[in-house]
């Protein structure tokens, strides 16, 4: 399969345009869980993707409180050197084991930090993180200049290839630019999570940061087989049960929206997750996007998403069928295609 691959910005990084995420493999027991799950099956998934050519998995110290990186881990043991994927973890969410369904301390102290990245690496088992990202914004009173420059730190020391950050704001991005560049921000972005495209990603396309966006599935919303009845199954500890998206009003029009991606999808063969993703992979200023799965078979539902190029057509007549069901917030097309579309 020949996926298409973008630089991350200037970091001389280049990833194809899908990667998979493992935040549901972290499992459950924790407060942004997605219940239990099969660490076998998540292995697989893993090796899958690799298989099919998909060049980086993203994780995060968080996920399951470090079961994800563990996993992560477990994988890529069994694949060969040549062949490993880029491994881009985050750091900066601090949680009380004692009280797991506690919402961690966003905490990006130095000394946190560096703590944070070697217990990384320890549990991946590599001797230098690809991409290392500040999960969110610090709550502990730290000036984000003191922990943009324990980054840069560990730059120069080896353990980091390339920085990020995640979920920041403009005023936040110009701020640790001034101490060292940023290779890449990760925010979300889905057909129906369109917030982002206001500001943040023609920011990152003008100052030379990648952008990987997170949830353009929006959790599996925007996927073949979701129903409204799934989400009175899902598992007491699957965070999608507070979620917004997940009750109504909101359900209802994300389920209409779903629909309306249905003949995009028969034209191409494909699934409404595929089109969902590449929707927001061929967005103006966006690198790659983030795409969980939890199962060999779940990669290759959605891995045509990194090959295929949705036309101007495509994507008019999902901005239409966006403003048809009221389905989320943003810009529902490219400013690039305004002129010809409006």
Avoid at 57 to 81: M, N, Q
Avoid at 152 to 163: F, N
Wanted: hydrophobic share 40%.
């Amino acid at each position: 399969m020949a996926l298409r691959k973008r630089l991350l910005g200037s970091s001389g990084i280049e990833i194809t345009t899908v990667g998979l995420g493992t935040w549901a493999i972290g499992g459950g027991g924790w407060l942004f869980g997605w219940g239990q799950q099969d660490d076998e099956q998540s292995i697989a998934a893993i090796r899958r993707a690799v298989e099919l050519g998909i060049n980086w998995v993203d994780t995060a110290a968080i996920y399951g409180l470090g079961h994800s990186e563990e996993v992560v881990g477990r994988a890529l043991k069994g694949i060969p050197a040549a062949q490993r994927p880029l491994v881009f973890t985050k750091c900066g969410l601090t949680p009380d084991r004692n009280k797991p369904f506690e919402a961690p301390v966003r905490d990006l102290r130095p000394e946190t930090i560096r703590r944070e990245c070697e217990a990384s690496l320890r549990r991946l088992g590599i001797e230098r993180i690809d991409l290392y990202q500040f999960h969110w914004p610090d709550e502990s009173g730290t000036p984000v200049e003191d922990s943009w420059g324990e980054m840069k730190r560990l730059i120069e020391e080896g353990k980091v290839r390339a920085a990020g950050v995640s979920n920041f704001n403009v005023p936040l991005l110009e701020r640790c630019v001034r101490v060292s560049h940023v290779d890449s921000l990760q925010p979300p972005f889905s057909a129906i999570r369109r917030g982002s495209a206001e500001e943040l990603i023609p920011w990152c396309a003008a100052h030379g940061t990648g952008v990987i966006v997170y949830s353009p599935m929006q959790a599996g919303l925007l996927t073949d087989r979701f129903t409204a009845e799934r989400v009175s199954k899902f598992a007491q500890d699957d965070w999608r049960r507070n979620s917004p998206e997940f009750r109504e009003p909101n359900l209802g029009r994300n389920l209409r929206l779903r629909d309306a991606l249905r003949p995009i999808a028969n034209r191409y063969g494909t699934t409404v997750a595929t089109i969902a993703v590449a929707w927001a992979a061929s967005w103006p200023g966006v690198t790659g996007a983030i795409v969980g799965a939890r199962s060999a078979g779940q990669v290759e539902g959605w891995v045509r998403a990194g090959e295929i190029e949705l036309s101007r057509e495509d994507i008019d007549q999902i901005a239409r069928a966006i403003e048809a069901t009221h389905a989320g917030i943003g810009p529902s097309r490219p400013r690039s295609l305004k002129a010809t579309a409006d």
